[in-house]
């Protein structure tokens, strides 16, 4: 039996993934997670959220150590904030401090946080 249980397919990687193609993958299916959890609760009324809860504490401490604390935050809000009640995508502020501008910005998409992510990266 494998670490992880006898029906967890682990599948080896046959080349090494880009730092773009695993954060496309973890975050993509951490969302994945996320809301098939609020499917749960929300039309089957299972509250597994008290049995979720150290795991997704865990992976966020993974992913604040990793990726920092304002991409860290990045990332969650995007996770966990990004939609309304009504379920509408809720923009981000970018606020560029040397134009003095300030830009709403809808991220819709893993493909796009990543892009988002870079394009604060390189100001």
């Known amino acids: 039996m494998t670490?992880?249980?006898k029906h967890l397919n682990i599948k080896s990687r046959t080349k090494d993934p880009t730092d773009k193609d695993l954060f496309i993958e973890v975050v993509g299916l951490l969302n994945e997670?996320?809301?098939r959890s609020n499917v749960i609760e929300g039309e089957f009324g299972l509250g597994i959220s008290n049995y979720e809860e150290p795991f997704y504490i865990v992976i966020e401490n993974l992913i604040y150590?990793?990726?920092?604390?304002?991409?860290g935050d990045i990332m969650l809000?995007?996770?966990f904030e990004r939609f309304d009640e009504d379920g509408s995508v809720l923009p981000i502020n970018l606020n560029d401090h040397i134009k003095?501008?300030?830009e709403e910005i809808f991220i819709e998409t893993v493909e796009e946080l990543w892009e988002f992510i870079k394009k604060i990266e390189l100001k």
Request: hydrophobic share 40%; with cysteine; aromatic share 32%.
């Open 77 to 79: 809000w995007w996770l």
């Open 65 to 71: 150590m990793h990726y920092g604390e304002w991409k």
């Open 3 to 5: 670490p992880f249980g």
């Open 100 to 102: 003095e501008t300030e």
């Open 33 to 35: 997670c996320w809301v």
